[in-house]
């Protein structure tokens, strides 16, 4: 069943053939000056850029993109828009608990001021306010939903999402679904539109400051732009400051993704609300509809490479795909006779507090931000409003946070690292196989606050 399903599944990321991506913007040939020089066309530097133009209509804001606008991770994601900005309740009132409440409400904040904006800029990303069902599949996960907002038993699990794996959820209405690429490219459209200067193809290779005119350098492979600000959006590659080298550790996602399901296969399932699906495992799966009704399918492997490496030939993995095929089936029997249309792989930038982690660098001139560990999709605007109020200099509700005052412990060298990570996916799937027992090396995790269990 899993060969026949994959026999067709081409490598290549729907969401950005649907949207139609493509190289639209030039360039940066010739050397020039701006006020502001954002370095990274995913979300991060684009809601960074808008916003930036949004305060100040005259400041002259510069994008740079190694390769295309939201070609990695902004355009391969779920597209699943989350409130949170913590990792979670858990996560947050672990790290931050005298300043949880106040940060949940920020998240809640943001994401209403996101859903104004896909209206008022006209965002066209196929926004959809559906909210997220989380199950259990294995009966120790059942009391981790006791003291879920809005519990649901196997009979109301079973008329939202018919599935014979689903024992009982809880729902959360503070989630909307996107179309991951579109909402890059229509990004990318708002901010030209704004005034922005969008150069693809110009991967920036070292920045440096100036401290005769007091300006940053921002060189790419061809020119060299001269700044007055900085925000460097890379997110998980390598990063252009020293200092966050070690910040963050690069672990491939895998998705599939199903041919457009007939109208007998949808009411096979139900699924009407067309909310997010997520399960409660360690290493857990992530699903949703698309506009067009297939059904997108992912996570459980998540795969560091030794070193750290970022290589396109880690996105091809035939044992992450069948694993995913084989736990599809399971989940959705009544599918068997689905093929799967599409196959890829993106990579998740995570940092050892899950969240993203904020900072200045170069006399204050160069903001940076990264570590989102997959929730970037909401919190990257969060993140963008950081960033600005950090270069504006002065003291603001954000830039007092202790969130964004605080670095989280940078992973160790290679190659402890590699063993770190992979003895801790080994010891997560232990735990999913043993009634969610976490053994001594998870339980040291959790009391270095270094634990994930999400």
């Known amino acids: ?18 949207a139609g991506a493509q190289t ?28 930036a133009k949004r305060r100040d209509p005259g400041r002259r804001v510069v994008l740079l993109e190694a390769r295309t606008i939201g070609w990695a991770a902004s355009g391969r994601n779920g597209g699943f ?6 990792h979670g309740r858990e996560n947050g009132q672990t790290r931050w608990p005298d300043e949880y409440d106040t940060l949940h409400k920020l998240g809640a904040d943001n994401l209403d001021s996101f859903e104004r904006d896909v209206s008022d800029l ?54 909307a679904l996107v179309h991951p690429a579109r909402l890059a490219l229509e990004l990318a459209r708002v901010a030209v539109t704004l005034g922005v200067e969008i150069h693809e193809h110009s991967p920036v290779v070292d920045i440096r400051h100036d401290k005769a005119s007091n300006t940053v350098e921002v060189r790419t492979e061809l020119a060299t732009m001269r700044s007055d600000q900085v925000v460097l959006a890379t997110n998980v590659f390598r990063s252009l400051l020293r200092r966050n080298r ?41 699903s949703r509809l698309t506009h067009d009704n297939r059904i997108l399918y992912g996570g459980y492997d998540a795969v560091y490479h030794a070193g750290g490496k970022i290589k396109e030939e880690y996105e091809e993995r035939p044992q992450s795909f069948q694993r995913l095929a084989s736990h599809f089936f399971a989940t959705f029997p009544q599918l068997e006779d689905v093929r799967f249309s599409h196959r890829w792989a993106g990579v998740i930038d995570t940092c050892t507090q899950f969240t993203a982690f904020y900072g200045l660098s ?34 603001t509700p954000l830039t007092e946070l202790e969130m964004v005052r605080k670095r989280p412990l940078p992973f160790p060298p290679e190659p402890i690292t590699t063993i770190g990570v992979n003895l801790t996916r080994w010891a997560l799937d232990r735990a999913d196989h043993r009634e969610g027992r976490r053994n001594l090396f998870l339980r040291t995790l959790d009391a270095a606050g270094l634990g994930f269990d999400t």
């Not at 996960?141 to 809880?170: C, M, T």
């Not at 041919?259 to 007998?264: K, R, T």
Request: aromatic share 8%; charged share 15%.
């Open 1 to 18: 069943m899993v060969e026949r399903a994959l026999g067709a599944a081409r490598s290549g990321v729907y969401w950005l053939e649907e």
């Open 24 to 51: 639209r913007y030039p360039a940066l040939s010739a050397s020039t000056k701006s006020e502001l020089t954002v370095v990274g066309g995913g979300y991060l530097g684009l809601w960074t850029a808008v916003n």
């Open 246 to 286: 070690l910040m963050t550790v690069p672990v491939y996602d895998y998705v599939l993704l199903t041919e457009p399901l007939s109208q007998e296969q949808l009411a096979s399932i139900g699924w009407s609300g067309r909310q997010g699906l997520t399960d409660l495992a360690n290493q857990f799966h992530y």
């Open 362 to 395: 170069h006399q204050g001139r160069v903001a940076h931000a990264a570590g989102f560990t997959g929730l970037g999709v909401g919190a990257t605007r969060f993140a963008a409003d950081v960033l600005l109020d950090l270069l504006s200099g002065e003291k």
């Open 122 to 175: 006209g965002l066209d990303c196929h926004w959809q306010r559906t909210g997220t069902l989380s199950v259990a599949v294995e009966k120790h996960q059942v009391p981790w939903l006791q003291n879920a907002a809005h519990p649901l038993d196997r009979e109301a699990v079973q008329a939202q999402i018919n599935s014979p794996l689903f024992l009982q959820g809880a729902f959360d209405p503070d989630c």
């Open 81 to 86: 828009c989350e409130s949170s900005i913590t």
